[in-house]
């Protein structure tokens, strides 16, 4: 299977489960079904790489950073669930991406990463003056939803320039810290699906797409793309949510949403990332809200040394 292929299946599915998941509301709360995503996805992830074997080794500012990158990953998904119950997915995962392509830069400045965020910023523009009468509490989640995944992208890259973590065994300690963050809320919102078979199977269905399949494909398709391609492609993750949103949830956008969502989707097609921070330990875990990886860049990507394959963010 050639490796376009591979990211095209890990893009879908990485918006399917937050599509999913909002048909999922109608019979789990909605941080219920936040909280299902986080905990499914920790579970699996934990199993896989029983990333307890690596916490004891870590030093003790390490182990802050992981606590804090738990924490934001909890509370990011929440805010992202809360921001999809209340706008279009394809809405909420545009303007997921502009902190990221502003963080871009800020650390490298020049006229293409200006243009970029300029066409990044005119596109949520146009995504929020449409909503934002009708549903200022929507846009207010998604814009605190984006703000930690800025945050999510800094603290996920500082963890794998300490060189402590291998990449995929910080995601799974973060899930399962994130996991424990969410549990006093989601756990008892999502009381009423440990009743209902279907409902449990679906939230265990939504974590284990939302990031466990996308995190192996992506795998795939970095071992065999290059830096730009890569890049490229991840550009269009807006556009794959909007997509997504129409087949699955029937949410059709209008003219103005789809110049919205064009424009954020050229900024992080033009924007320029400084080079990655050396890590012994691989790449960062990762994105996308909505999620993934860290890096442009979540629902969670890395960066490894330029030269090397490199993944941009997703939510995790």
Not at 2 to 8: E, I, L, N, S
Request: net charge positive; aromatic share 6%.
């Amino acid at each position: 299977m050639p490796p376009h292929a591979w990211f095209v299946v890990s893009a879908v599915f990485h918006y399917l489960g937050p599509a999913f998941a909002v048909l999922l509301f109608a019979r789990v709360d909605v941080l219920g079904v936040a909280w299902l995503r986080i905990a499914s996805a920790a579970l699996v992830l934990a199993l896989w790489r029983r990333p307890w074997r690596v916490w004891g080794t870590l030093d003790r500012g390490t182990r802050r950073l992981l606590l804090g990158w738990g924490a934001v990953l909890a509370v990011m998904n929440s805010c992202f669930y809360l921001a999809i119950d209340r706008l279009p997915l394809g809405t909420v995962a545009a303007i997921e991406f502009v902190p990221v392509v502003a963080l871009a830069a800020l650390a490298v400045r020049g006229v293409r990463n200006a243009a970029a965020l300029g066409a990044a910023v005119a596109g949520v523009w146009l995504l929020t003056d449409v909503h934002l009468v009708a549903e200022p509490v929507g846009v207010a989640f998604a814009v605190v939803n984006a703000l930690l995944f800025a945050g999510y992208v800094v603290l996920a890259h500082r963890v794998a320039s300490s060189g402590q973590v291998p990449g995929l065994d910080g995601l799974a300690l973060s899930m399962v810290i994130a996991s424990v963050v969410a549990l006093p809320v989601g756990l008892w919102q999502a009381a009423p699906a440990f009743l209902d078979p279907v409902a449990l199977a679906a939230g265990i269905g939504v974590g284990i797409a939302s990031s466990v399949i996308p995190y192996v494909c992506d795998q795939l398709a970095m071992a065999r793309l290059s830096r730009a391609t890569y890049a490229l492609m991840v550009s269009l993750l807006p556009a794959t949510a909007t997509v997504v949103g129409v087949v699955v949830l029937t949410q059709v956008p209008s003219t103005l949403e789809v110049l919205g969502v064009a424009l954020v989707v050229a900024g992080v097609a033009l924007h320029r990332s400084a080079g990655p921070p050396r890590s012994a330990g691989g790449p960062a875990p990762g994105p996308r809200p909505g999620g993934g990886a860290v890096g442009l860049g979540g629902d969670g990507r890395g960066h490894r040394r330029d030269g090397e394959r490199h993944r941009a963010p997703r939510r995790a």
